[in-house]
């Protein structure tokens, strides 16, 4: 007989067991989740490959970190952008040249990234000397002057170290990588030690260099950057494109570059809205700032638009991605160069409406009022003191501006009170000189009109300056003909990269398409493609309209430079949109006409009197095969509607 004592201990053992392994779970599931948590001092890429199946981890979308990489990307970008002038042909050279070497040092890292890396302690080691070298090339943009490499060779010194640097570590992470995989994949070890070996060979280039600026090389040694940067580029391409192992298939690539992408456009949208916002402060809003603001927001959209609506979703061809990926540096520069031209396009359209500001109120106080002297004098000062020159050209608040102006104009007052800036001495003595005019404007006389051109020289210059525009290196900066010089390069290059935006656009429609083509022409593809091709080369003819000045002169004062853009642009959108129309509207039709003929057949077989069914050609009408998208075979159901049709049209177009 079993007491009342033995059970209680029975159930107290028990218990305790209960309790034992409970918290034994407890501890299993905390020390799994810590060692989940914990970050590996170095992770192997095969690290999830199983038996024979040897494959390489690939994420699906970018990583935080590789995020953060390309934020200290644009920042650096930003930086040099702000720093760097374009103002002549030497200005504009350097500043590709500078975006090449940060491009090129992005896209070796990426090409990394996307198919080695997996999140280690020596990993964040790298990523961190990575960042570290892009804020060294941020700190170098600002001396950044391949014309002058004799007076800042330091900082060619500079430049050359951080390369050295970047590339040295890339090799030690391939060869890591090497290393890891050598025991379970030997095959993949020779591409990567030729790698390994370019790499190599181009850190040692960049050791040379280093002596080779100190010791006043050749004063075009640094193309020897480019062409290393060149070499590398096409050495890791063709390395995917020979062993697909370590190709980019299944990899993000295309992601990353559209994530570059957007970057890029996000950079230029705060370099146009710190412009726009500092010509608005300026003018004050009226109906022109507005349309203008409208044009430029639009003018961004229909770009993002354009590139975006046929990104490529998933891998399209081992080869065919490596061209596409590539492509994009002239692409980048151009995008680049466009969204720098338009805020340089909204700053010189804002110095063209105040002179005619000027202009308008010279022939109100001159030819109608009749004045001479002192008051007209008075009255031009009292226009040219709504243009803010003591603004400078920092951004300040409608606040800030008016009470500058007050003091400037109760301390000082009189004749140039409120004028500061640059060019406020030359404007008072220039206003001090029509003061003591005694001709009217009628009578068409030296006495007169010098004391006037001389005033307009001066309010142009400070315009200028106000508005962050530098003449060229080596001219004379009270020479207003240096500026026109100015306006003329931004012109030029504006269109050539609008032009080569559009062509590009092209360029990589046809080879998202060019594998669907396989299956059959598609006429529509080839008009999207041969619109963009057609409004592109149109944009790259309106840049020779700068050989005829007086023209340029014109269409730059008619604030349609920006508008022109824009018209294109919506003239490529505008056709897309018709042509999946018409696209959806004749598949549709040739769908319906599949289906019905399919059913037809289908009685036909199945009647007690038989009849020999007509050949098809599974139905394949318009490359849309009749089939249950689904399961893969064929529908027995009715057609489906036109939101069911259309839905797969614009699906098929896509992809």
């Not at 810590?34 to 199983?50: G, N």
């Not at 600002?142 to 590339?167: G, H």
């Not at 980019?248 to 295309?254: C, D, E, I, S």
Request: with cysteine; hydrophobic share 45%.
């Amino acid at each position: 007989m079993v007491t009342q004592s033995t059970l209680l201990r029975r159930f107290n053992g028990i218990s305790a067991q209960s309790a034992t392994k409970t918290a034994n779970a407890g501890e299993r599931e905390t020390l799994d989740t810590r060692r989940r948590e914990a970050i590996p001092w170095i992770a192997s890429p095969l690290k999830y490959a199983d038996g024979e199946n040897l494959h390489f981890y690939r994420h699906e979308d970018a990583t935080t970190i590789e995020l953060f990489f390309d934020l200290f990307f644009v920042a650096n970008l930003t930086t040099f952008t702000i720093v760097h002038e374009i103002n002549d042909h030497k200005s504009l050279l350097s500043y590709i040249g500078f975006f090449a070497i940060i491009w090129g040092t992005w896209l070796q890292v990426a090409l990394f990234d996307v198919r080695f890396a997996l999140d280690s302690i020596f990993e964040r080691v790298c990523k961190v000397i990575q960042l570290a070298t892009m804020v060294g090339f941020a700190s170098v943009g600002s001396q950044f002057a391949p014309e002058v490499i004799d007076q800042n060779f330091r900082a060619f010194q500079t430049m050359s170290i951080l390369l050295l640097i970047n590339r040295g570590l890339l090799a030690i992470q391939y060869s890591t990588v090497a290393v890891l995989i050598s025991k379970k994949h030997k095959g993949v070890v020779r591409p990567l030690a030729f790698i390994i070996v370019i790499l190599a060979i181009t850190a040692g280039v960049y050791l040379g260099l280093i002596f080779g600026f100190a010791l006043g090389g050749h004063p075009d040694i640094y193309y020897i950057w480019y062409i290393a940067l060149v070499i590398e580029a096409i050495a890791v391409v063709g390395v995917s494109m020979r062993w697909r192992l370590l190709s980019f298939k299944h990899t993000h690539l295309t992601k990353r570059m559209g994530l570059l992408t957007l970057i890029i456009l996000g950079e230029g949208i705060i370099g146009v809205t710190r412009t726009v916002n500092k010509v608005v402060l300026e003018s004050t809003w009226n109906g022109q700032a507005f349309l203008q603001i409208l044009v430029i927001a639009m003018t961004i959209y229909f770009l993002w638009q354009l590139y975006f609506d046929h990104h490529p979703p998933t891998h399209y061809g081992t080869q065919l991605q490596q061209i596409w990926t590539l492509l994009h540096f002239p692409f980048h520069v151009a995008l680049i160069l466009l969204l720098e031209g338009i805020q340089q396009f909204a700053r010189i359209l804002n110095v063209y409406n105040q002179i005619t500001t000027l202009l308008l109120s010279l022939n109100e106080n001159c030819l109608l009022k009749n004045l001479n002297g002192a008051p007209l004098s008075l009255a031009l000062n009292t226009t040219i003191q709504t243009f803010h020159l003591n603004a400078g050209s920092k951004i300040h608040s409608r606040a800030s501006m008016m009470q500058e102006e007050a003091e400037l104009a109760g301390g000082g007052g009189g004749i140039g009170g409120g004028v500061g800036g640059g060019g406020g001495n030359g404007i008072a003595h220039a206003l001090e000189a029509v003061q003591n005019s005694t001709t009217y404007c009628a009578t068409n006389t030296s006495e007169f009109n010098d004391p006037i051109e001389e005033l307009f020289s001066q309010v142009i210059i400070a315009l200028f300056k106000r508005n962050d525009i530098d003449p060229p290196a080596n001219t004379d900066p009270s020479d207003v003909d240096s500026f026109t010089r100015v306006f003329k390069l931004v012109y030029i290059y504006f269109f050539v990269s609008a032009g080569v935006v559009l062509l590009s656009l092209g360029l990589f429609l046809w080879i998202v398409r060019r594998r669907r083509r396989r299956r059959g022409r598609d006429i529509y593809d080839a008009v999207a493609i041969g619109m963009r091709v057609v409004v592109g080369i149109s944009l790259l003819g309106l840049a020779a309209v700068a050989s005829n000045e007086e023209l340029t002169n014109m269409y730059m004062q008619s604030a349609w430079v920006i508008g022109t853009v824009l018209v294109a642009l919506v003239l490529v959108v505008l056709t897309d949109f018709i042509l999946d129309f018409i696209a959806v509207r004749n598949v549709s039709r040739r769908y319906s006409t599949a289906v019905e003929q399919l059913q037809l057949n289908r009685v036909r077989a199945h009647s007690s009197d038989p009849q020999p069914a007509p050949k098809t050609d599974d139905a394949r009408y318009g490359h849309i095969s009749v089939r249950n998208h689904g399961t893969g075979k064929r529908s027995p159901s009715a057609p489906p509607g036109v939101a069911g049709i259309f839905e797969q049209v614009m699906q098929y177009r896509r992809h």
